[in-house]
């Protein structure tokens, strides 16, 4: 059986939030001179138009995970626990403890970046934060282009201010995040939440019930190998294998790029890579495999079937069982996220 090689995690959401911390601009950056990192001026047409009225009316607090649309027809859900605010084309997301607010402003402008700055005069009439950087960002879920903007902090301010402007067609929504470090630390599943779930109206999430998947022919395939071909080159990753199987039969094994940059041995079908935490769901398949077979039970201690296993103590040997051994570091991998000292390589690369 071939090795599975290890799949490219994506962390994306919160360090897009955590990315304004510190890192410095990078070459792609369009905000690169003081000049440029100035927030565009609003369009005071626009402020007038997506300001709240006077009367806005009091937040709601809502008690579980609720789904929302803004006036402009945007979708997201809002956390349960926090309170939600709507004025004008304003909609104001409130965490339930303080240093947590995020606002969603339709904007009837044409460009991202006079949206964005726009929104934020919407948000915080006083808000004059110096642009760091603009990033553009892969667009997903129903959007035609993202942006991400991150704004001048202070260490001493322990504050995230962040941005994103998500176009549909010709219409874009400004997404602003104004969060104390503290809490977004303690919140960051449901500030991802809220940025997870943001779709432009009239979407509808494509569905594949009902219908045959497309033969992977020679033609496809090589459609397929090139873009993942483009994919490492634009990811700066040396190398990487893939398998695809249809109809119960593996179509395709093979690899791209090399097993070590400055070095020619190349990736293939055969290469050995380091899986790290997938050993974790390949190990409740077989355990899942023999449960089938009656041969133990989602509860079985793991000494019962492997007297030999071991913790750090014996209360914790004996209280392992078949459903928390996968997960369990200690046995499986050594200490949390350990690795073998001075083996030169990370868990993604191959042997």
Not at 10 to 22: K, M, Q, T
Not at 131 to 152: C, F, H, Q, T
Not at 211 to 220: C, G, M, S, Y
Not at 291 to 318: C, H, I, M, N
Request: proline letters at 10%.
């Amino acid at each position: 059986m071939r090795p599975a090689p290890n799949p490219l995690l994506v962390f994306a959401a919160c360090l897009e939030l955590l990315a304004c911390a510190g890192a410095p601009p990078s070459q792609e950056a369009r905000a690169t001179s003081p000049e440029a990192r100035r927030t565009p001026a609003p369009d005071a047409r626009a402020v007038q138009a997506t300001a709240p009225p006077a009367n806005k009316p009091a937040p709601q607090l809502l008690a579980e995970n609720s789904p929302r649309l803004t006036p402009g027809g945007t979708t997201f859900t809002v956390p349960g626990g926090w309170s939600i605010e709507s004025s004008g084309a304003r909609t104001v997301l409130i965490g339930p403890e303080p240093g947590l607010k995020i606002a969603i402003v339709d904007s009837p402008i044409k460009d991202g970046d006079e949206a964005v700055a726009t929104a934020w005069r919407v948000f915080r009439e006083d808000f004059n934060r110096p642009l760091k950087l603009v990033k553009p960002r892969p667009a997903r879920n129903g959007w035609d282009e993202s942006r991400e903007y991150d704004y001048e902090t202070s260490p001493n301010e322990r504050i995230i201010v962040s941005g994103r402007a998500l176009r549909h067609g010709e219409a874009w929504t400004a997404v602003l995040f104004e969060l104390g470090q503290a809490p977004f630390e303690r919140r960051l599943a449901q500030i991802v939440l809220v940025s997870d779930s943001l779709r432009p109206k009239g979407y509808a999430k494509e569905s594949f019930a009902g219908r045959t998947a497309n033969p992977l022919d020679a033609e496809r395939l090589k459609r397929i190998a090139d873009m993942v071909e483009r994919g490492r080159n634009a990811l700066d990753i040396p190398g990487v294998a893939i398998s695809l199987v249809q109809g119960g039969k593996v179509v395709f094994a093979g690899g791209f790029g090399v097993r070590e940059l400055g070095k020619p041995e190349k990736i293939d079908a055969d290469t050995l890579f380091i899986i790290a935490s997938n050993t974790k769901a390949l190990t409740t398949l077989l355990l899942a495999t023999e449960v089938d077979r009656g041969k133990l039970t989602w509860e079985t201690p793991v000494t019962q079937v492997y007297p030999a296993f071991k913790l750090g103590d014996a209360d914790s040997s004996g209280f392992s069982s078949s459903t928390s051994a996968p997960r369990n570091r200690r046995w499986s991998c050594g200490p949390p996220f350990s690795r073998p000292r001075n083996s030169g390589r990370p868990f993604s690369t191959p042997i």
